[in-house]
């Protein structure tokens, strides 16, 4: 039963594959809850198989609640380990309403301290996130929370959240055969700060199944269920059902030489890699049960030729675009609706406007560099936007610590978010100019600097030029025209 196990983080040993509770938002999207004891009972079956390990989250309905009944009634409850999430909404924040979600939390499922909390963000634009992590990291320290996790996020801000220092040892992302990001640069920031990926959407919301082998495209109304929408969206941007279709009659043909399923194959392969610590597999509690299918996972290995037949196959599928994430963040949005009216209203301007002189408009970032020094982040004059000299300050921290691609990305951040407050985007971005403090950090800042402006191309400088302040890598200024 060993293989069936994994240690996430020390004191942590969670089952390699999770039983995912996101299906009872689902199931309670009519607005009945579900009795928490008779659906905590079905927790139990899981437990007794060896899948100990629950994924939930504060938002995915009244799971939480159902899995700290089945803690609290159940024999089997304390073997369980419970990982959520908490996903608040974009916008002005505080150190007590980060408290008060977790002990929320702590509260519905019935512990003293949550094995491990993923934060999710929504803006990286607005630096509150940052603010949030922090607060958590702390509420890590007062014991509230066992482990810290992030769900959703890029490659190039997990390197920036590890780099400073907030104690990581997870990230929850989309992984499977028809979505291969984690696999990019992602899989390199885990292996070098020491992270394990959990990966959600293996089985792209049932879709790796006999269920749909040489079966019609399927069209979906109002009334089907979130997965099946969010994942058809995938394989539409992954080249279409045809396409699909066809990596489906290859998966089929390897699983019916071990005597498998198609899901086991397609979750296998996805298992086997190095940087994944577990799958999450979703679970509708009380109405099905793939248990015993499950296990078979552990019953069989693929071979050199399944892999090499796999990879083949899978290098005629599209590339999903962007990075991990990203499908939360800007378009194509790869949700159920398309967009994210089902998660959000809206997402606030991160920084407050002010009337300047002339009829111009300011932000102010809140350093107090800004203050000693006499100068605005950035300025609106008809329509054209100038941001100042930017470094990784924030607070009295200095963001991504001596990692000078991490400083890049919250300077860039920064920038971006001045420039959204101000009407703008990056796209109206006509014009950079970076200094180094010392040139041998040229390439990693000019990296960080071509990820984020790659379709964009402003014009731009780069110079190696003594920075005021110690610690700080990079400073970049902006302009940006309407």
């Not at 999430?85 to 512990?111: F, I, N, Q, Y």
């Not at 071979?303 to 196959?313: F, G, M, P, T, Y």
């Not at 950035?378 to 001596?402: C, E, M």
């Amino acid at each position: 039963m060993d293989k069936l196990y994994t240690e996430l983080a020390p004191g942590l040993k969670i089952s390699r594959v999770l039983t995912g509770l996101w299906q009872i938002a689902d199931m309670e999207k009519a607005g009945k809850e579900l009795d928490p004891y008779l659906t905590g009972m079905a927790m139990a079956p899981y437990v007794k198989a060896g899948l100990t390990t629950f994924d939930m989250a504060d938002h995915y309905g009244s799971a939480e609640v159902i899995a700290g009944t089945f803690r609290e009634k159940h024999d089997l409850g304390v073997q369980a380990q419970f990982l959520t999430k908490w996903v608040p909404k974009p916008g002005k924040s505080s150190r007590e309403e980060t408290k008060d979600a977790v002990v929320h939390a702590l509260k519905r499922l019935k512990v003293e301290s949550i094995d491990l909390l993923q934060f999710h963000a929504w803006n990286y634009a607005d630096p509150v996130w940052l603010d949030q992590l922090f607060w958590l990291a702390e509420l890590k320290k007062e014991g509230l929370i066992k482990h810290l996790g992030v769900t959703n996020f890029d490659s190039a801000h997990l390197r920036m959240v590890c780099a400073s220092g907030i104690p990581i040892v997870s990230n929850q992302v989309s992984h499977s055969l028809i979505d291969q990001r984690a696999s990019g640069e992602m899989s390199n920031v885990c292996k070098e700060f020491g992270v394990k990926i959990l990966a959600y959407g293996t089985l792209a919301g049932g879709f790796f199944s006999e269920k749909w082998l040489g079966k019609p495209e399927p069209v979906f109304d109002k009334n089907a269920n979130w997965s099946q929408m969010k994942y058809k969206r995938f394989i539409d941007a992954a080249g279409g059902w045809s396409r699909f279709q066809h990596l489906l009659e290859i998966v089929d043909k390897i699983a019916k030489r071990h005597k498998v399923s198609i899901a086991n194959v397609a979750t296998k392969y996805i298992l086997d890699q190095e940087y994944i610590a577990g799958v999450i597999v979703g679970s509708r509690l009380g109405q099905s049960n793939y248990i015993e299918d499950t296990l078979k996972l552990f019953s069989f290995n693929l071979s050199a030729v399944d892999l090499k037949v796999i990879n083949s196959v899978k290098s005629i599928l599209y590339p999903i675009p962007g990075d991990c994430g990203d499908e939360y963040r800007k378009p194509p949005f790869l949700t159920a609706s398309g967009d994210l009216s089902h998660h959000l209203e809206s997402i606030p301007k991160p920084f407050q406007l002010e009337k300047g002189p002339n009829g111009s408009t300011k932000v102010f970032s809140g350093t107090s560099w800004e203050t000693m020094a006499g100068y605005c982040r950035a300025l609106k004059k008809g329509n054209r936007i100038f941001v100042s000299g930017t470094t990784a300050t924030h607070g009295d921290k200095i963001i991504g610590g001596k990692d000078a691609a991490a400083q890049t990305t919250f300077i860039l951040d920064k920038i971006e978010g001045a420039i959204i407050s101000l009407g703008g985007k990056m796209e109206n971005v006509v014009r950079t100019r970076i200094f180094v403090n010392n040139l041998k950090n040229w390439e990693p800042v000019a990296r960080a600097h071509g990820d984020r402006f790659s379709k964009i191309q402003p014009a731009n400088t780069l110079v190696e030029a003594k920075l005021v302040g110690e610690g700080y890598l990079v400073e970049i200024e902006a302009e940006a025209e309407l």
